[in-house]
């Protein structure tokens, strides 16, 4: 089941915070959290697995709820750098990789 | 680690023709997956190799799609008989097939069929 990603698009300053929400009507075994610039690769940027776990690296984090049907991904303090398409994922139990991606939400960050 | 290469960038075909792509993996990678992504769309999975073995394929490959992984390293995808259906970006992703290890992406091959 493909995850919901909100809002589609988001313009912001550089400096002003911005959260990204991926829902799903059914538990999550996993969330994935990738970012893709434009004519780019999908870049991983981290993964979350247990429901109420928050993870983060720099001014970008993320967190699970605890019955794993919502994560969060913030971006505090954006910098022009964080302009991009964001998408979330989900795999199974089986960790196969094959992940199942949200439709994306792009985020401009403007000077 | 020079990351995952896929090749060529873009590719412009006629409908009816053959098309084959490749992707080379990060060296240690035993997982190469492949993926379309359509314009305002996420990737959509499209199969996966542990080593030489096609281990899944989505009900998205038809018949006209093929994929093979001849020695656990490069991968090719052919499509035959294109159709404008089939215009959008392959993506390769490769993993070392530990528990919830990331894909690594390859930039990509764009296809536009006309």
């Known amino acids: 089941q493909q995850p919901v990603q909100s809002p589609q698009a988001v313009i912001l300053r550089e400096g002003e915070d911005a959260v990204i929400n991926c829902s799903s009507s059914?538990?999550?075994?996993?969330v994935h959290w990738y970012r893709q610039k434009h004519g780019e690769a999908p870049v991983f940027l981290m993964i979350l697995l247990k429901g109420g776990e928050q993870k983060g690296h720099d001014k970008i984090s993320a967190s699970f709820n605890e019955k794993k049907q919502q994560s969060s991904l913030y971006l505090t303090a954006s910098q022009l750098s964080y302009s991009g398409t964001y998408f979330c994922?989900?795999?199974?139990?089986?960790?196969?990789?094959?992940?199942?991606f949200g439709q994306g939400t792009t985020l401009q960050v403007k000077p | 680690d020079t990351g995952v290469s896929q090749d060529p960038r873009h590719k412009i075909t006629k409908r009816g023709q053959n098309v084959t792509f490749r992707c080379d993996p990060i060296?240690?990678?035993?997982?190469l997956y492949w993926y379309r992504q359509t314009l305002g769309q996420g990737p959509e999975f499209l199969t996966y190799?542990?080593?030489?073995?096609?281990?899944?394929k989505s009900r998205l490959l038809s018949d006209r799609f093929s994929a093979e992984r001849p020695k656990g390293s490069f991968s090719t995808l052919e499509i035959q008989r294109t159709e404008q259906g089939d215009s959008a970006m392959y993506l390769c992703?490769?993993?070392?097939?530990?528990?919830?290890?990331?894909?690594?992406f390859g930039n990509g091959t764009r296809l536009t069929v006309t």
């Open positions: 060296s240690e990678h035993n997982r």
């Open positions: 992703a490769s993993s070392s097939g530990q528990a919830n290890s990331p894909l690594h």
């Open positions: 059914k538990a999550l075994y996993s």
């Open positions: 190799f542990q080593n030489e073995a096609q281990l899944e």
């Open positions: 994922g989900t795999d199974r139990p089986s960790n196969t990789g094959k992940l199942i």
